[in-house]
């Protein structure tokens, strides 16, 4: 049985880590800079992968699938195999929000895509520069192309007429990790309507983390979810955001934990929200 390898590295392991070849790196930083901001300085040696264009499949309508619906698994392999990455590939992920945004959903797809050593780095970038892991400028490129080919997300998704369900039913769990003044409807600085989804917990993703933006412990996280999570089972447990990427980063601090990884709603609050479906203003 292989041992289950952490989804959370912290950067002082990542720089023993950078002298073996066989890492694979990602920069995942989103933005309207994000990519000058990568020429500009990036861990050496880390591949760009932009959001929208390679982690998405932006839609003409957001009301099917939402802001941020996912790629289809042969656009991904298409990607994987140009980024050099083989079923036992060894990647590590990362942005500048922490693994909040881009970083954590482009982990979620590595795992769903079948490969089982993926790792966030702790602290994102900032952490990375702040211990000395040595950076670069330019454009990198891959080392070598590889054949990767999946047929389905391994990771479990929920639609929105199975939350929908969800809410009618009232035998499931649905959280919320948008910060809590959009879940309030108090404002909503992207999507058309402000509110949450009716029965809809909130829990906003940022408590998953630190003062210094680092993941809580594994225990402390632990303690966090396993209420949520009764008897430690992930069913009937659905996690959602504005578009289904910051979602990620509750998945992941689950995972951290040791815990089963709940659905994904993907098309969350960007999709529900332009329909005509009962909304909590």
């Known amino acids: 049985m292989k041992e289950k390898i952490s989804p959370i590295i ?26 000058e901001d990568y020429k500009d300085q990036h861990i050496a040696g880390a591949l760009w992968v932009d959001l929208n264009n390679s982690l998405a499949e932006i839609p003409t309508d957001f009301a099917k699938g939402g802001r941020h619906p996912l790629p289809s698994p042969a ?7 140009s980024l050099g990455i083989q079923s036992d590939s060894h990647v590590i992920v990362y942005d500048d929000k922490a693994g909040a945004n881009a970083a954590a959903r482009c982990w979620w797809m590595l795992r769903a895509a079948g490969i089982e050593k993926v790792q966030v780095l702790n602290g994102g970038l900032q952490a990375a520069e702040k211990i000395g ?14 054949t990767l080919q999946f047929e389905n997300w391994s990771l479990p998704i929920v639609s929105l007429q199975e939350v929908e ?20 409807g108090e404002s909503e600085p992207i999507d058309l309507v402000a509110g949450h989804i009716p029965g809809a917990i909130n829990i906003p993703f940022s408590e998953n983390l630190d003062d210094d933006n680092c993941f809580l412990s594994p225990e ?9 999570l009764k008897e430690g089972k992930s069913e009937n447990v659905a996690i959602h955001c504005g578009s289904g990427v910051t979602a990620c980063h509750t998945l ?23 329909n005509d479906l009962p909304m909590i203003p």
């Open 165 to 184: 369900k969800m809410t009618t039913e009232g035998d499931g769990v649905i959280i919320d990790v948008r910060d809590a003044y959009r879940y309030l």
């Open 133 to 146: 892991v040595p950076m670069r400028a330019g454009v990198e490129l891959a080392n070598q192309s590889t």
């Open 220 to 228: 402390i996280l632990k303690n966090k979810y396993k209420e949520i």
């Open 252 to 274: 992941l601090a689950m995972d951290y934990a040791g815990l089963p990884i709940p659905s994904l709603y993907v098309g969350s609050w960007s999709e529900w929200s332009r």
């Open 10 to 35: 912290h950067p002082a392991d990542l720089i023993q880590l950078l002298e073996n070849k066989a890492v694979i790196l990602l920069d995942v930083r989103a933005g309207l800079s994000a990519k």
């Open 75 to 81: 656009k991904f392999s298409i990607l994987l195999s």
